[in-house]
């Protein structure tokens, strides 16, 4: 990952913030989508993008889980510091909480 690939990581991951503190599930949504795209693009992943919304159109995107959207952002923020610390398994580690 280049540090512009990680500052434009880090502002999806603003965004996703904003929205859950907003409380607007489809903005929530959205945001989710975007941060997970510029991971994608930020690993030069862009080929596979088009299979990856394919899943994201099938997949049952739902907040209902959690109590507060707060939650949202903080297990996209382990993500984006696995990411930032360039600690693979820990990355790993934080995508498999999420999906969950």
Same mark, same amino acid.
């Given at each position: &990952?280049?540090? *512009?690939?990680i500052k434009q990581i880090e502002s999806a991951l603003l965004d996703l913030k904003a929205a859950c503190e907003g409380s607007d599930v489809a903005a929530i949504a959205?945001?989710?989508?975007?941060?997970?795209e510029s991971i994608l693009v930020g690993?030069?992943?862009?080929? &596979?993008?088009? *299979?990856?919304?394919?899943?994201?159109s099938r997949m049952l995107l739902t907040y209902t889980r959690l109590s507060d959207y707060r939650h949202a952002y903080c297990e996209?923020?382990?993500?984006?510091?696995?990411?930032?610390?360039?600690k693979k398994q820990a990355t790993i580690a934080a995508i498999k909480a999420n999906i969950r």
């Open positions: &990952l280049s540090s *512009a690939s959205r945001c989710d989508m975007g941060f997970h690993c030069r992943g862009e080929d &596979l993008i088009p *299979a990856w919304k394919h899943l994201c996209h923020a382990e993500i984006f510091e696995a990411l930032r610390a360039r």
